[in-house]
């Protein structure tokens, strides 16, 4: 019986140094949701972008990440030389929900002159993540997933019609997207 009890003490101090060691390490970035069942057809962005019939170019990225940094001018010379087309332009971040006033900071300084949606949409974040990285939206206690940025989508009528992963290839894209509005 003794030794029982030793056991379950030694048990639960070890228990509480895990949480406290996780909670200050791996944790420090993470965040915790409450599932509120919201479906993603009640976002902004399913109502303004993804359920029309008109060619969207999501640009999704982080604050954090070097590669999507870089890749802003090219990302606001592609939406100058389309300007004033049918073509939508709009970009999602991953950032942590913890990180809210950093990208809110980023957003103000019009470095990116496309409209970061992310902010809008925050209820829906987890859903349209995971339509754009093809994940289930899972019930499961706990959810690793990965979110590689940049990742630029080209969506029409609930489709994807394109993905670029990786930093985007101006020409490329440009000629994909003449392609696009020419079948209109």
């Not at 303004?48 to 060619?55: G, I, L, M, T």
């Not at 987890?126 to 899972?138: A, T």
């Amino acid at each position: 019986m003794k030794n029982k009890i030793i056991y379950i003490l030694i048990l639960s101090l070890s228990i509480l140094l895990l949480i406290f060691f996780f909670k200050s390490t791996i944790f420090k970035n993470a965040t915790i949701t409450v599932n509120k069942n919201v479906k993603i057809e009640n976002s902004p962005f399913y109502k303004k972008y993804y359920s029309r019939d008109k060619v969207t170019v999501v640009n999704i990225w982080a604050t954090w990440c070097k590669p999507c940094l870089e890749e802003i001018p090219s990302l606001n010379k592609l939406k100058q030389e389309f300007k004033g087309s049918e073509i939508n332009f709009i970009s999602f971040s991953v950032d942590n929900i913890n990180d809210l006033e950093k990208l809110k900071k980023f957003n103000a300084t019009k470095k990116f002159e496309w409209e970061d949606i992310t902010v809008e949409n925050l209820d829906y974040k987890k859903e349209i993540e995971n339509l754009f990285y093809n994940n289930s939206s899972g019930s499961g206690f706990i959810s690793v997933n990965s979110l590689d940025v940049p990742k630029t989508l080209i969506i029409k009528n609930k489709s994807v019609i394109k993905e670029y992963n990786g930093l985007i290839d101006y020409n490329e894209i440009s000629e994909f997207l003449n392609k696009e509005l020419k079948k209109n």
